[in-house]
């Protein structure tokens, strides 16, 4: 069994909707979760990074974390084209060991 | 403010060839990260580098590749005696002292393509 679970999609949604992606994973000891935007070619690019349960919103963005399920959430809202992209989850159990694990991708396509 | 430079971006090479890639943090920065990426699967840590010390290597295969950060200059990631499967996109990135670890800004990759 993989540490973090992602569904790789494609997820496919119309211009304006509501996106829901997520991850679950095994590792209790997971504390520092992030979300990573990566367009088709390029690297990856930090869009939200939280610590341990809550929410956290910013702009369009909100990242949502349950630990006591091990499920981690990123919303979109007013979805838009140049939101297309592969949507990367990752976790770390500390702060100073630099060891980001990843979730496998889920692929958003934004149809206008 | 540049951000994290990666090159050469595209490298072919035939196997049992050498591989070397070259990372370049961002300015301010003093910890460097490589990931490699497989086609289809997310990105898997290799090894965790501040200057002149390898901190976290756990994720490199245990044969053909190496990293160094040196004092001075780009951090470097070889293969030596490449093989197919080490076709995947490596990916460097860094993070500076003064912030959590796990705040990490990639650059844009290295595609090694083994013939």
């Known amino acids: 069994q993989k540490e973090v679970e992602q569904d790789p999609g494609p997820l496919s949604v119309p211009e304006g909707a509501i996106v829901s992606l997520n991850c679950t994973y095994s590792?209790?000891?997971?504390?520092?979760f992030m979300w990573y935007r990566q367009y088709s070619r390029k690297g990856p690019e930090l869009l939200m990074y939280?610590?341990?349960?809550g929410n956290k919103e910013d702009g369009r963005f909100t990242a949502q974390v349950d630990k006591s399920s091990k499920y981690i959430s990123l919303f979109i809202r007013d979805s838009q084209p140049s939101d297309s992209a592969t949507y990367l989850c990752?976790?770390?159990?500390?702060?100073?060991?630099?060891?980001?694990?990843f979730g496998q991708g889920t692929t958003l396509q934004v149809k206008p | 403010n540049a951000g994290v430079m990666q090159n050469p971006r595209h490298l072919v090479r035939r196997r049992g060839q050498e591989a070397r890639l070259r990372c370049s943090p961002m300015?301010?920065?003093?910890?460097v990260y490589w990931y490699r990426q497989l086609p289809e699967e997310g990105l898997k840590f290799m090894v965790y580098?501040?200057?002149?010390?390898?901190?976290?290597e756990s994720g490199m295969p245990k044969e053909r590749f190496s990293a160094e950060f040196p004092k001075e200059g780009p951090s470097i990631l070889r293969i030596q005696q490449v093989v197919r499967g080490d076709s995947a996109a490596y990916f460097c990135?860094?993070?500076?002292?003064?912030?959590?670890?796990?705040?990490?800004?990639f650059g844009p990759g290295t595609r090694l393509t083994v013939l």
């Open positions: 990135a860094s993070s500076p002292a003064y912030r959590s670890y796990n705040e990490q800004f």
């Open positions: 939280t610590y341990s349960s």
């Open positions: 300015k301010g920065h003093s910890h």
């Open positions: 990752a976790m770390s159990a500390s702060s100073n060991t630099g060891k980001l694990i």
């Open positions: 590792n209790s000891a997971f504390q520092y």
């Open positions: 580098l501040q200057k002149e010390n390898i901190i976290d």
